[in-house]
């Protein structure tokens, strides 16, 4: 019988051929990559690297393909509805495909590697080539920038967060990082224009890593000194605030303020109070907020069920959001971000006066993919939810179509049935190797294209640009590849649905299929 990563590997070619532009030129490289993933996938075992100080968490398969491919092809699927991309974004899908090279060769040459100190050489030998060329080859800087980037993000994951990412969970991050980064480091060098809701996003997403960054040298530099253990807690709780308290006031404020052009404060507020529906949203917010809060509160023992009440919250927060107001939904979710960020540094560390509650009330929600230090499982789930959003919210309704969704139909709705019917129902698995069943992928299928017709219905634009064909083709390679995924479906799904969505949005639309009825 065909593995589940054979499996998982034919719907990810499904889509790449879907996707694969008529450029010869890119083709060509985009083929090449995705020829090398695959080779990496199969020739590498994520327990080989222990012996190297890396340690990946434990899965079927290392999920290199997906992980490694996702960021090409999302930047790829975003060329068929954006009308008008950013200036460097040729640029940027070849520095995403040249970093991902670069990568799985490290991968494979530290594969075979016998020592750490040949791992340590290799590592420093390319991060030195990157920062040499950057430096003396000025017209291809922005590759080089990448590579660098995404060298550094990924060792520094794997390094710091053990056993919290597959090889191609860790690819996936360190390319989305490396490639955010680049971007809000390239437009403010450039003076290239940037929205206030990007400058925003920017700005909260670099200040939690700025966070994090300034908490771990204190801390290491705290570890130095032989405390007691009552001492070393307090001293942890007073550098946790001072660094945070900091990094707001003299790096995110004035450098959120300057990109916006008036005091941060005071635009945020305008912002919130700009309308009545705002207003209204963010109420209904915090009330949902507090809901989860008090399931989490009240709950003494999770199960599948139990985890998808979150995920039923969140359509209840996103939905209205997207419809009535995206704008507010995507500076909310970069907001939630940066407070998640927060929150988990306090339960990792235990600072008071919140740590040992956060941990004790999480502690019930772990499953077996939270194998790390840091729990991740909410974090990649608000990141499902808002990704597709942040990508997409400036594209026109017109164009974007049910892509702002993604989102909530993946993960709220189809992943949400997958589990809840597979785990009451579920008779027949798909494989010895999971425990996912056929009759959950089915209910996902059938759910999420409901959804796919109430969304549509909503809006005569979108109601014009998918016909059935296209969103039944959409769904049922986005649940397979939820049946036959090794990875965080929380974060993979959620871009793999909005890929296809931009693919068979010139491909099946409904205005085009109408006009081959009529001829």
């Known amino acids: 019988m065909m593995s589940l990563a054979v499996r998982e590997l034919l719907v990810f070619c499904t889509s790449l051929f879907l996707l694969i532009d008529e450029d010869t030129f890119f083709r060509l490289i985009f083929l090449s990559v995705f020829g090398f993933a695959c080779l990496a996938q199969y020739s590498i075992t994520q327990e080989t690297f222990k012996n190297f100080g890396w340690a990946f968490r434990n899965e079927r398969n290392s999920g290199i393909v997906v992980g490694g491919m996702l960021v090409p092809i999302t930047m790829l699927a975003s060329t068929r509805i954006k009308s008008s991309l950013p200036i460097m974004y040729e640029d940027y899908q070849i520095a995403s495909m040249l970093s991902v090279t670069v990568l799985l060769n490290l991968l494979i040459v530290i594969h075979n590697l016998g020592s750490v100190i040949a791992k340590k050489f290799v590592l420093f030998a390319w991060l030195l080539i990157c920062l040499l060329s950057f430096l003396f080859w000025e017209g291809k800087r922005i590759y080089f920038a990448n590579i660098l980037l995404g060298i550094l993000y990924f060792e520094g994951l794997v390094q710091y967060l053990a056993n919290s990412f597959t090889i191609g969970e860790c690819l996936f ?25 990007y400058a925003c996003l920017q ?6 890593l700025v966070v994090c960054i300034c908490f771990a040298i204190v801390l290491l530099i705290l570890n130095l000194k032989k405390l007691s253990a009552s001492s070393h807690r307090w001293w942890r709780m007073i550098i946790f605030y001072a660094v945070t308290c900091s990094v707001v006031t003299l790096v995110l404020f004035p450098v959120l303020s300057y990109l916006l052009g008036e005091f941060v404060i005071l635009w945020g507020l305008k912002f919130v109070f700009e309308t009545n529906i705002r207003i209204l949203l963010i109420a209904s917010w915090v009330i949902l907020v507090l809901l989860a809060s008090l ?25 209205p959001g997207i419809i009535l107001d995206v704008e507010v939904t995507y500076l909310a979710s970069a907001g939630a971000f940066f407070i998640f960020i927060l929150l988990e540094i306090i339960r990792v560390f235990r600072i008071e006066p919140f740590g040992n509650i956060l941990h004790e009330a999480f502690s019930v929600f772990v499953d077996n993919r939270d194998s790390g230090i840091v729990i991740l499982t909410h974090i990649y789930l608000l990141l499902g939810f808002s990704i597709p959003v942040w990508l997409y919210q400036h594209v026109p309704s017109t164009q974007a179509g049910l892509v702002l969704f993604s989102g909530v139909i993946s993960l709220g709705i189809g992943d949400t049935a997958a589990s809840v019917i597979g785990s009451k129902y579920g008779k027949h698995r798909w494989s010895g190797e999971t425990v996912k069943t056929i009759e959950g992928t089915l209910a996902a299928v059938v759910t999420q294209l409901a959804a796919c ?7 005569t634009t979108l109601d014009s640009q998918y016909s059935w064909t296209a969103m ?20 993979i799904l959620p871009l793999f649905m909005a890929s296809m969505f931009c693919a068979f949005k010139n491909i099946f639309s409904k205005t085009l299929c109408q006009k081959a009825f009529k001829l």
């Open 173 to 197: 991050v360190s390319q989305a990082l490396a490639l955010f980064t680049l971007d809000g480091c390239s437009r403010l060098v450039l003076l290239h224009s940037i929205s206030p809701l």
């Open 203 to 208: 700005v909260l997403v670099h200040g939690a």
């Open 295 to 319: 399931i989490v509160y009240v709950t003494e023992s999770s199960s599948t069920v139990v985890r998808k009440y979150f995920h039923v919250i969140a359509v209840f927060i996103y939905v």
């Open 453 to 459: 017709y109430v969304f549509s219905a909503m809006s």
């Open 472 to 491: 039944t083709a959409v769904v049922v390679l986005t649940s397979l590849l939820e049946a036959f995924t090794s990875q965080i479906d929380n974060l």
